[in-house]
């Protein structure tokens, strides 16, 4: 097969795959009682840590504005709280609560198990090798978005 047969099927792979990915998402927000977007947020959060509403914001890559309705749905829920910055009022602290904290747990072994169910589906003599294709595929994307 040529690169460009190649790229061809690569690019037609991946957005079959983000598409897919995106609805495994969907659903596993959906268990929890959550959004997307809160989903998304809640991974983001690390046990004990606070983050600057900013820098959630860079990462999720989204509007302040957007942030903020996101982050104030898990603050009705319980998930987590907030507090404001005293040297930058504009600027908040977000960070999990108890509840928040055993929610992540939950959804973090929620993915894993999902992706263990993926791997069933795959013969297990090609696991290393996906594995090590797949880092490798995202190395380079990284590597290209860089440019």
Not at 39 to 57: E, P, Y
Request: hydrophobic residues 35%.
């Amino acid at each position: 097969m040529t690169t460009k047969a190649n790229a061809k099927e690569l690019a037609e792979l991946t957005f079959n795959l983000l598409e897919d990915c995106h609805q495994k998402e969907i659903e596993l927000a959906k268990r929890y009682g959550l959004t997307t977007s809160e989903f998304h947020c809640l991974r983001l959060l690390n046990v004990g840590d606070a983050i600057n509403n900013k820098n959630l914001a860079e990462k999720l890559k989204l509007s302040p504005g957007r942030l903020s309705r996101i982050v104030n749905g898990l603050v009705e829920k319980g998930y987590t709280s907030r507090k404001t910055v005293k040297s930058d009022r504009r600027s908040l602290h977000v960070s999990l609560s108890k509840k928040g904290e055993e929610m992540v747990k939950n959804l973090n072994q929620g993915y894993v198990t999902i992706h263990q169910e993926i791997l069933d589906n795959i013969d297990q003599s090609i696991h290393k090798d996906l594995i090590a294709g797949m880092t490798q595929l995202l190395s380079a994307l990284r590597k290209w978005m860089k440019k």
